[in-house]
T-cell receptor, first 107, second 116 residues
Framework: AQRVTQPEKLLSVFKGAPVELKCNYS??????LFWYVQYSRQRLQLLLR??SRESIKGFTADLNKGETSFHLKKPFAQEEDSAMYYC?????????FGQGTELSVKP | GAVVSQHPSWVICKSGTSVKIECRSL??????MFWYRQFPKQSLMLMAT?????????EQGVEKDKFLINHASLTLSTLTVTSAHPEDSSFYIC????????????FGPGTRLTVL
């Protein structure tokens, strides 16, 4: 069955430190993966998708099919990056979300 | 563009009553909308896929008769929680795919339901 796993429920870093939010997936086909972000009291919004291979707000994510991973990275975290981050797999017209990781960036 | 609204933003009801939540795509047409349930700081669980003009497709374990979905127009889907119980208290979120768009889902702000 298709599944998305985010092993860290909470990730706390200091401002300026590198951050990596882990995401692993299980899917037999060619995956289409996304990262969504939910800032405090705001709606869920798309951060980036692997097919676009772009950097949004300094975040990047590379699909590693060998390790079935799609980790989200940023070299220098900012306080405004504090939010819930969800990795999602697109399959059959639906999104399968991971459990989410709360990122807390301390000053 | 691509704004999705939900109404109400929060609702409190008594056990046994029914509650209707609306999801609207404000500036685009959406043949397909989705309903999710989210617990505090937890994942979004897909409840059902709402298709304009046809029956909704429910995920395994979701009671069709309890969570009634109607998608009567290209800009509106409704979720009715029938005979609500305290365990139905949750955050309900809808999303919509823009017609002609690829697969990006645009999310509503969510509705907080509290059943007393």
């Amino acid at each position: 069955a298709q599944r998305v796993t985010q092993p860290e429920k909470l990730l706390s870093v200091f401002k300026g430190a590198p951050v990596e939010l882990k995401c692993n997936y299980s899917y037999s086909g060619s995956p289409e993966l996304f990262w969504y972000v939910q800032y405090s009291r705001q709606r869920l919004q798309l951060l980036l998708r692997h097919i676009s291979r772009e950097s949004i707000k300094g975040f990047t994510a590379d699909l590693n099919k060998g390790e079935t991973s799609f980790h989200l990275k940023k070299p220098f975290a900012q306080e405004e990056d504090s939010a819930m981050y969800y990795c999602a797999l697109y399959k059959g017209g639906k999104l399968i979300f991971g459990q989410g990781t709360e990122l807390s960036v301390k000053p | 563009g691509a704004v999705v609204s939900q109404h109400p933003s929060w609702v409190i009801c008594k056990s046994g009553t029914s509650v209707k939540i609306e999801c609207r795509s404000l500036d685009f047409q959406a043949t397909t909308m989705f309903w999710y349930r989210q617990f505090p700081k937890q994942s979004l669980m897909l409840m059902a896929t709402s298709n304009e003009g046809s029956k909704a497709t429910y995920e395994q374990g979701v009671e069709k008769d309890k969570f009634l979905i109607n998608h009567a127009s290209l800009t509106l889907s409704t979720l009715t929680v029938t005979s609500a119980h305290p365990e139905d208290s949750s955050f309900y979120i809808c999303s919509a795919i823009r017609d002609g768009g690829h697969d990006e889902q645009f999310f509503g702000p969510g509705t907080r339901l509290t059943v007393l």
